[in-house]
């Protein structure tokens, strides 16, 4: 058991997470990062690390784990205390309005403040319907992340599903693959309508098999190696494609888990926060990031970057009520031993 006595406690180290967790040591605040994945970067570690991200200003793309990699070291100066592979499952908040958390390892946190920056929750992929699909799960001919795309390189691999994940992935697993098909219920996917050009050009060239509409229906193997995936159509008429892998994207189910509990405003499971200063309905909480909900949000990770700065400042306040606070830039404050790797990087 490990006590630990901080400024800010920030429940969840993905990149909203980590980027609080630097404009937490911006403003003097010491932080402690927990979460129940064993490396920071959240879902964009541990789903998509190799997939390219778009959308972050002054990168016209970025791979998601050097993004990762990129926000620790920017937080590394302020050393940020890393509690990875532990879940937050109780929180209190003290007479004198501080707070104590308890981790799933049996360590506690003491802090002044605490940042929720959890993403959607605790997440898990939803599964097909399929016989046997335990066995191939085991045997990774299933997987439902792409965590190394290199390890796909000369296989027969069948995607399912009709979003981002499905279309991104089959776009790029076709520079690699022996073969790539991708098995959707109906002929109109929910993508960027230039990946769904990119999709429809690769398709014409053959690089592709787009299997639509079709559903998932079987898995033929011995239990182990799978050797190909059966699909059926709305009627009934089957199909089978020849496969060392199954991708099914069908998205993941999200459960909020212990924060459900702890007397936040929750609507269809996001904490509703105040858009200018994410607080929460308790005093002294905060919430960023996808978990956290206000009309017109923008579900985008820069937005989460600028509700980080806006809770850290909050916190900053919530914690020095009387103490007068002037506001610096970082071009002109800088950053104290820049470059300094941390702990967990």
Known sequence: MKETSIDVAIIGAGPTGL?????????????AVIDALDA?????????????IYDIPAYPHIMAGDLVENLVAQAAPFKPEYMLGQQVIELNKAADGRFRLMTSAGNY???????????????????????DLEHYE?????????????????????IAGGGDSAVDWAISLSEIAASVAVVHRRDKFRAAPESLRQLAE????????????????ALEGDRKTLAAVVVADMENQ?????????????????????????????????????????ATNVPGIFAV????TYDHKLKLILTGFAEGAAA????????????????EYSTSRGVPEAGKKSAAA
């Not at 980027?19 to 932080?31: K, V």
């Not at 690769?202 to 229906?217: C, E, F, N, R, W």
């Not at 916190?315 to 606070?325: C, E, G, I, S």
């Open 202 to 217: 690769l398709s014409a060239a053959g690089k592709i098999d787009m299997v639509t509409p079709y559903q998932l229906h």
């Open 19 to 31: 980027f609080a967790a630097f404009e937490c040591g911006m403003l003097g605040l010491s932080s």
């Open 312 to 327: 850290a400042h909050s916190a900053r306040a919530y914690l020095k009520p009387n103490q007068d606070f002037g506001f």
């Open 289 to 292: 990031g996808d978990i956290a």
């Open 40 to 52: 920071p970067g959240g879902q964009c570690q541990a789903l998509y690390p190799e997939k390219p």
């Open 138 to 158: 085991n045997s990774r001919a299933v997987q439902y992340f792409v965590p190394k795309r290199a390890d796909f390189a000369g296989k027969r691999i069948v």
């Open 109 to 131: 946190v003491d802090a002044g403040a605490v940042i929720i920056a959890a993403g959607a929750g605790a997440f898990g992929p939803n599964r097909p319907p399929l016989d």
């Open 238 to 278: 089957i199909r089978k494609i020849e496969a060392d892998v199954l991708l099914p994207f069908f998205g993941l189910a999200m459960t909020l888990g212990p924060i459900a509990e702890w007397g936040l405003g929750i609507e269809r499971n996001h904490i509703a926060i105040n858009p200018a200063t994410a």
